[in-house]
């Protein structure tokens, strides 16, 4: 296969993947959005150079997009959330034609670089990654075209490389703040390739000034808001947790990476980096090294942290970006000297992953039918107990029932303002403001009240005014409460009507479920102390 032919297919891969996507999310049967989604969504109405938790650069997509397509998808469609997920889908293609360039780069062989491309399209995590505005979007985009850069900077050696390779982790780390590990991976890869001459010193420095310049926003919004993010990173990283040691931390961490790549690509991505590292002095490529180095670091980073805090599973995923690259180059040099069993077995297992993958890639996108089939062990008590609650096993239960929330806090609202009181909309954790408000037709700014409900601070306890920090502005309000009642809450109003149960299902299991009250006279907080006592 030539270059162009190459090309011409990724280009085709790219082109059809992202119209498919498209008619899926225009579709009206599309699931709907995360609340990290609609957090950021929020965000976006809010234009700031950082935001409490995360960089900026997601929600200046999703703002960018809406601004250009919001109005029109919404009246096309009924809602926002293709022009909030079209910026997933266009990082996505960059992810993909990243992928692409970088391994005809180091494979030197575009046949290899389009098999790497196709296997990705069947791993369930790139699906979810493409149809899902998260900050791993354009994060793992970034990181790919910072790989790409990076392997070109150490074969051609040239200036203006290292410099592109800094905008590049600095526009990453707008996104999320792992980014950085990036410079982690490449400078063991400097110091484990006797690349630190001086040269080099140089071309590194002048990638971290190019970083830190990108990083300014983030850099002055802390600066002005107290660090709340240093605060807020370092508890997830467990820097501030005293709960002790997590032994089982690394055992849970490797089973959910296993997972994440179905089981047989993790042991094939975990074979070619131990092939690799066997092959460090043997003349393995530059790029290739650099792309061992990278990774590595990336989830050895993260499998140390899981020793005292619990990992997401989403985590690590740019340790395994070049992946398809890695396992390329490993088969490509041990299918010839296995046996006939040997290669038998490579064939069938990759097979079976890819239809495994891409089966439940496609089953994902409306886990309806799954529903029907766990009516049928109705008949097996012990099994229909397990199967009758399906946060255990399906994922995307957590992207339903937010239209029948919004639905029934609307009527609500109506009932109350038929009484001629405008309420305030309020919810107990940080990740129900942005999908309520979202998913009601007029998008009204909702509060959150989740420090005084026990939950942790976020964004929306630095915008104001809010109840939590001007609870005078709110004295004698009428608000629709969504979230877990305490005895905190309770004790502000004068009176509290609810709960009421707002249910989501599908067949005869029950998908979704939250409580809504009326709490009318508010009265501000007896204490106060449980603003200290919330966590970051």
């Not at 609609?38 to 997509?61: C, I, N």
């Not at 250009?68 to 998808?73: E, K, L, M, P, R």
């Not at 985590?315 to 046996?339: E, S």
């Amino acid at each position: 296969m030539s270059r162009k032919a190459g090309g011409v297919l990724v280009a085709v891969l790219v082109v059809s993947s992202v119209a498919a996507k498209w008619l899926y999310l225009t579709s009206g049967n599309a699931l709907e959005l995360s609340p990290d989604e609609a957090h950021y969504w929020d965000w976006s109405r809010h234009p700031q150079w950082s935001y409490y938790s995360k960089g900026p650069l997601v929600a200046w997509l999703i703002g960018l997009s809406c601004y250009a397509w919001g109005d029109a998808c919404e009246a096309c469609y009924g809602s926002m959330m293709p022009a909030v997920r079209l910026p997933a889908l266009l990082c996505s293609s960059l992810t993909l034609v990243g992928l692409y360039v970088l391994g005809l780069r180091v494979l030197k062989n575009p046949w290899l670089a389009c098999a790497g491309c196709l296997g990705a399209l069947t791993v369930p995590a790139f699906h979810a990654g493409s149809l899902l505005m998260t900050i791993d979007a354009p994060y793992t985009s970034a990181w790919m075209w910072a790989l790409y850069t990076a392997v070109k900077a150490v074969e051609d050696e040239r200036p203006s490389d290292w410099v592109l390779l800094g905008a590049i982790i600095g526009i990453g780390f707008l996104a999320k703040y792992t980014m950085v590990l990036f410079y982690v991976g490449l400078v063991i890869y400097l110091v484990c390739d006797v690349k630190w001459q001086r040269a080099y010193v140089r071309y590194l420095l002048a990638a971290i000034c190019m970083s830190l310049v990108c990083a300014v926003p983030v850099v002055y919004w802390n600066a002005e808001n107290g660090w709340v993010t240093l605060w807020h990173v370092g508890r997830q990283a467990g820097v501030r947790e005293t709960s002790g040691i997590r032994w089982y931390g690394p055992l849970v961490f490797i089973a959910e990476q296993g997972a994440l790549l179905l089981g047989w690509w993790f042991l094939a991505w975990m074979g070619s980096l131990y092939w690799c590292v066997r092959q460090w002095k043997r003349g393995l490529p530059s790029g290739v090294k650099l792309i061992v180095a990278v990774s590595a670091s990336v989830w050895v980073a993260f499998g140390l942290f899981s020793v005292a805090t619990k990992v997401e599973v989403n985590w690590p995923i740019t340790a395994y970006m070049a992946a398809p690259v890695l396992v390329a180059w490993w088969m490509r040099d041990r299918v010839t000297q296995w046996g006939r069993w040997q290669r038998a077995t490579w064939i069938t297992g990759s097979l079976v992953a890819c239809i495994v993958g891409a089966t439940v890639s496609v089953l994902m996108l409306d886990t309806r039918r799954l529903y029907a089939v766990a009516e049928r062990v109705e008949g097996w008590p012990g099994v229909y107990r397990w199967v009758a609650t399906p946060r255990r096993w399906d994922p995307t239960n957590r992207l339903r029932g937010w239209r029948d929330l919004a639905q029934a806090v609307n009527q609500l609202r109506q009932e109350l303002q038929n009484e001629g009181i405008e309420p305030y909309l309020a919810a107990g954790s940080w990740s129900y403001p942005g999908i309520i408000a979202f998913y009601l037709a007029d998008h009204p700014p909702v509060c959150s009240l989740a420090i005084a409900a026990g939950g942790r601070h976020s964004q929306y306890d630095l915008w104001r005014p809010n109840p939590i920090e001007d609870a005078e502005a709110f004295t004698g309000a009428t608000m629709i409460y969504v979230g877990n009642m305490t005895d905190v809450i309770r004790q502000a109003f004068g009176n509290i009507e609810g709960p009421y149960r707002v249910e989501t299902k599908v067949g005869p299991f029950v998908v979704a479920s939250h409580h809504v009250y009326v709490c009318r006279r508010f009265m501000g907080w007896r204490d106060r102390s449980f603003v200290k006592d919330a966590g970051y």
